[in-house]
């Protein structure tokens, strides 16, 4: 699914607001150990973004590359902006920037993916953010992922997904490194048992 049919008044989707939590034996290397937060699923596709992966892009260095600031305002940027949190939301598009963030800001494009998470991808957000006017909790993705009609359910039934609500601790936690852990902890499941799992026929 591609995010030019994420629609703000689209029907919401089973997996629409879950986590897909990749499992030991995923073969496809862009999802090894991947936390992803599923924003739309229909019979169309599925898209999201992995929220584990980091991204050696500062938010100075996207305000300067969009021409929002110049050299002197990059210095100058307070100190939310400098460490607003930039992460790798998977292999489409990695040049296009999206906001996933808290429901209390909404600008004309802003689209709903569940009950308190929106997702924005216009200048408009990135502005707000610089200026210490963004949403209360919020992290910038470069790229998603996308699955085609039918794929990810595929993907599932092949036991390349485990699957569970999301939570905004689990999305908007800056700490990437043990993500995929704790995520699995929502499910009261460790890598431990995975990978006996996966070791039976």
């Not at 049919?5 to 989707?13: V, W």
């Not at 980091?54 to 305002?73: G, N, S, W, Y």
């Amino acid at each position: 699914m591609a995010f030019s049919t994420l629609k703000k008044d689209r029907e919401r989707g089973l997996l629409d607001g879950q986590l897909l939590i990749a499992m030991p034996g995923m073969a496809d290397g862009n999802f090894a150990r991947s936390v992803v937060f599923i924003c739309a699923h229909s019979p169309a596709g599925a898209m999201g973004f992995i929220i584990n992966r980091a991204q050696p892009v500062t938010f100075a260095e996207v305000l300067l590359h969009l021409d929002l600031i110049d050299r002197t305002d990059a210095i100058m940027l307070p100190e939310h902006a400098r460490d607003f949190p930039i992460q790798s939301g998977g292999p489409v598009e990695t040049g296009r920037g999206f906001v996933l963030h808290s429901d209390d800001y909404s600008g004309d494009s802003s689209i709903p993916v569940s009950d308190d998470i929106s997702l924005t991808a216009t200048l408009d957000i990135v502005r707000e953010i610089a200026a210490g006017r963004g949403p209360r909790r919020a992290t910038m993705l470069l790229g998603y992922a996308g699955w085609g009609p039918g794929q990810l359910e595929l993907e599932m039934a092949a036991n390349g997904w485990l699957h569970c609500p999301a939570t905004e601790d689990i999305i908007f936690d800056r700490s990437l490194d043990n993500k995929y852990d704790r995520a699995l902890a929502l499910m009261g499941v460790s890598p431990a048992m995975l990978s006996m799992e996966a070791g039976h026929a």
